[in-house]
């Protein structure tokens, strides 16, 4: 009854509806412990004058490691719930909450400010810290959505969201930088100190 009224001052809102299900999912599956989520790009391949929306993108099922096919569609980002379920062996991923993501030409044509895929993302965690604000959360994606700013973003909430993702073994990692010396003229740095390479920590005995 509770989420009927929701929904009706709501008015059929999507995001209301997607928090709602949200709840109904979190209930069921993960009443307590971590909430795992996952996100990622689906592309619904569409061709048509009157799809404002549609733009070309790469069509990952179609595609492979020496040949890449584009496809006209639409961009779609997916956040996910990942839980076990007891009639399989793999975890499923229960989407949630999704939004459209054109393409940047496509964004232009249509008069529309442009929003990457990792700003919809930032906007999605957003979201869902403020929906379950007391509970621990992780984000997984691949290595297509790795990004500095998400991150930040991720670690700069009230309740940080953890957050995990795919990297080169060799990936350059780096200290925060630190406070620039008196008097010393240029820019400020970008980056601090080397860290060990992924590899490195690997062969690591140290390595925890």
């Known amino acids: 009854q509770n989420y009927h009224r929701v929904l009706n001052r709501a008015k059929w809102s999507g995001l209301v509806v997607s928090q709602i299900l ?3 999912l979190v209930a069921a599956f993960v009443r307590m412990g971590v909430v795992v989520m996952g996100v990622d790009e689906t592309l619904e391949r569409r061709q048509g004058e009157k799809i404002k929306a549609k733009g070309v993108f790469r069509d990952s099922a179609r595609s492979s490691r020496q040949y890449v096919v584009y496809s006209f569609g639409l ?4 956040m996910m719930l990942l839980v076990p379920v007891p009639w399989s ?4 991923a229960l ?3 999704t939004v459209l993501a054109p ?4 964004n232009l044509a249509n008069g529309k400010r442009h929003k990457t895929s990792i700003d919809w993302i930032m906007q999605m965690i957003t979201a869902v810290r403020r929906w379950l604000p007391a509970r621990s959360l992780v984000l997984v994606t691949d290595g297509g959505l790795v990004a500095i700013k998400l991150g930040l973003r991720c670690v700069g909430l009230a309740n940080p969201v953890t957050y995990v993702s795919r990297l080169r073994l060799d990936a350059q990692l780096y200290d925060p ?3 620039q010396a008196k008097g010393k003229p240029g820019p400020k740095p970008k980056k601090g100190k080397r ?3 992924l590899k490195q920590r690997l ?3 140290k390595t925890p």
């Not at 393409?103 to 496509?106: I, L, V, W």
């Open 195 to 197: 860290q060990p390479s």
């Open 89 to 92: 062996s793999r975890v499923w």
């Open 103 to 106: 393409s940047e030409k496509t």
């Open 22 to 24: 949200l709840g109904l």
């Open 95 to 97: 989407p949630f909450l």
């Open 203 to 205: 062969t690591d005995p």
């Open 177 to 179: 930088p630190g406070p």
């Open 75 to 78: 961009r779609w980002i997916s």
